[in-house]
């Protein structure tokens, strides 16, 4: 049987978990190793978002060569302080990014990991296959949908959307839990996180309120008393 060079195999495993996820989480999952699908995954999230990049900074070179002039004209009609030097120093730090997104992006997966397996204690019973490796496998294949952000437009939403579903249809084969269930365990955190969130904006707006009609009285205090 002929090897596949690993760009080959690269591009079956990411063709395998788009068009068949549950196929390949039930079936080809633990055959790969943890660090072959951590790689998979920032691999794809990084070159995916690296395209992007390049696509993103040519299609506006190709703009601003063919709208040099109208541009120009405006800039200087509206007085505005952009200059050379502020557009490079963007193309810098975009650039220092995709440097160290793979970084960030493992440390997200690290602590993402934690949170699904302290849910997937709560909500499977049968935990034979409930492990820290596995939950970290299980987020890094989902990144493959990342090369969905290279769609116009929607390309972003499309590729979040991706990445939960293809959450939900991993826990779901390699756990051996209902779709509902993998769902509630994918999608509880989040809620979460949302009421939290929600409830500090709120506890946030109500100090704020607070503060602000001490100072209305102190300023209603002090004008009387002139």
Not at 28 to 42: D, I, P, Q, T, Y
Not at 111 to 116: C, R
């Amino acid at each position: 049987m002929e090897s596949l060079s690993p760009f080959s195999s690269y591009f079956r495993i990411c063709r395998k978990i788009l068009l068949d996820p549950g196929y390949f989480f039930r079936e080809e999952f633990h055959r790969l190793k943890l660090s072959s699908a951590l790689a998979l995954g920032l691999a794809s999230a990084w070159i995916s978002m690296v395209v992007l990049f390049f696509f993103s900074t040519l299609s506006s070179l190709a703009i601003e060569r063919i709208f040099r002039g109208w541009v120009e004209d405006f800039m200087e009609f509206a007085d505005f302080g952009t200059t050379a030097s502020e557009a490079a120093r963007a193309f810098l730090v975009q650039a220092g990014f995709l440097v160290v997104y793979p970084f960030f992006l493992l440390w997200y997966l690290s602590g993402f990991a934690a949170v699904l397996l302290l849910f997937s204690k709560v909500f499977i019973q049968d935990q034979s296959q409930l492990s820290y490796q596995n939950c970290l496998k299980i987020l890094g294949l989902s990144l493959c949908s990342s090369w969905f952000v290279l769609i116009p437009i929607f390309g972003e939403l499309i590729a979040f959307v991706a990445f939960l579903i293809l959450l939900v249809v991993g826990i779901r084969e390699v756990f051996w839990v209902s779709t509902q269930r993998a769902a509630l365990i994918v999608f509880a955190p989040q809620a979460l996180f949302a009421v939290f969130f929600l409830l500090l904006l709120g506890l946030m707006a109500v100090l704020s309120l607070i503060w602000i009609n001490g100072i209305l009285m102190q300023s209603g205090m002090f004008s009387r008393g002139f």
